[in-house]
């Protein structure tokens, strides 16, 4: 059976529309998905994300463990509350999970990873802390709830007690603080500013009727995935996966490789770095009508590839895409779609970047 969030009954109450989602029972939309982008794009969108799965990792040795286990360096993380985007790699150097890490103190780190990879995540992660003698504690009483837009913050701070908005104010990107119950950070999976809080699930419901009063619009997991492709961020399972690396998944940036650390994957990643990295994942934009989706076969000069994410773009009103091709393709390319071969670009993401099309996008 899946599993619900403490927001449950609020979003069957509000009409939205629910799915099964990494084994929870999530909200898609609440009527209109196009409406929930825009409102994210110009103002501020509350998601219920608790379907996160919220691990602190502690010990003496917990730094020298993540240097292991993560693909970036942990050592970039050395002011309390800094966040680290990194992947986990398995030994063939494909990506186990994409996650953030935030440093508490030099016995405290806090990770967030994804629903749907929950279970073998904690395997990975139980699997190689006991060498280190971490202790790995997954938070089953926290919900996680993030408010994203260009007036997110705003509406944050002031359904803070003023002490605590005062400290949440001064967050800069990719940073968290924890505020009594909350722990806020200063990240998000939209391309727009805002904050992603984790609190205990009895005051979880609160926080959220407070945010909606206070005019922040609920949006569900389809507008959450439209924006995200606009802001060129992968997904889990679709973009990337075990058996593909981040250089095959526009992730190079992530994988810290100067000087001698023996993280897991490494190996495998110097071989293919050796060799030539064989694939990239790039940009499309669509020239002709019609929608990109994932699996559909992309045509190049160089071989053929496959869109790994693709949608109708609200903010640019056509259709956009990830998609994994030869190294060598450049230039136009065609996408297979219902039996034609329709003319594309390969471009550089973000598609969008606060509200409006990226340089050479459009």
């Not at 009063?213 to 959450?224: F, S, Y």
Request: charged share 25%; aromatic share 6%.
């Amino acid at each position: 059976m899946a599993r619900r969030t403490p927001h449950f009954d609020t979003h069957v109450a509000a009409g939205a529309k629910m799915v099964e989602f990494g084994g929870w029972e999530m909200p898609i939309s609440y009527g209109s998905q196009l409406e929930e982008h825009h409102q994210v794009r110009s103002a501020a969108g509350i998601f219920d994300i608790s379907h996160m799965t919220i691990v602190d990792l502690s010990g003496d040795r917990v730094r020298e463990f993540l240097s292991r286990l993560l693909a970036n360096d942990v050592e970039k993380l050395q002011q309390p509350g800094k966040a680290l985007y990194s992947c986990m790699l398995n030994e063939r150097g494909g990506v186990v999970d994409d996650l953030i890490t935030y440093f508490v103190d030099q016995r405290l780190f806090r990770m967030v990873v994804n629903a749907a990879t929950r279970e073998k995540d904690l395997e990975w992660i139980r699997r190689h802390a006991g060498a280190f003698g971490v202790v790995v504690h997954e938070h089953l009483e926290l919900a996680m709830i993030a408010v994203q837009g260009p007036t997110a913050r705003e509406a944050v701070l002031g359904v803070l007690p003023p002490e605590a908005a005062e400290q949440a104010a001064a967050l800069p990107r990719f940073f968290a603080v924890q505020l009594g119950d909350l722990f806020v950070a200063r990240t998000g999976y939209t391309g727009e500013d805002g904050f992603e809080i984790c609190l205990p699930d009895a005051a979880a419901q609160s926080l959220w009727d407070r945010l909606v009063a206070a005019g922040v619009r609920p949006c569900g997991l389809g507008a959450r995935d439209t924006l995200r492709l606009e802001a060129g961020m992968n997904l889990y399972g679709q973009d990337m996966d075990e058996d593909v690396s981040p250089f095959e998944s526009a992730l190079g940036w992530t994988v810290a490789m100067d000087g001698e650390r023996q993280f897991i994957g490494r190996a495998a990643l110097e071989r293919q770095r050796a060799a030539g990295v064989p694939r990239k994942l790039v940009g499309l934009v669509l020239e002709a009508r019609g929608v990109l989706r994932t699996g559909q076969r992309v045509v190049t000069a160089a071989g053929d590839g496959a869109v790994t994410s693709g949608s109708f773009s609200p903010t640019l009103q056509r259709a956009i895409g990830l998609a994994r091709v030869p190294a060598e393709a450049a230039g136009e390319c065609q996408v297979e779609i219902r039996g034609k071969l329709l003319t594309a670009r390969f471009v550089r993401p973000p598609f969008v970047r606060n509200g409006r099309a990226c340089e050479g996008i459009l």
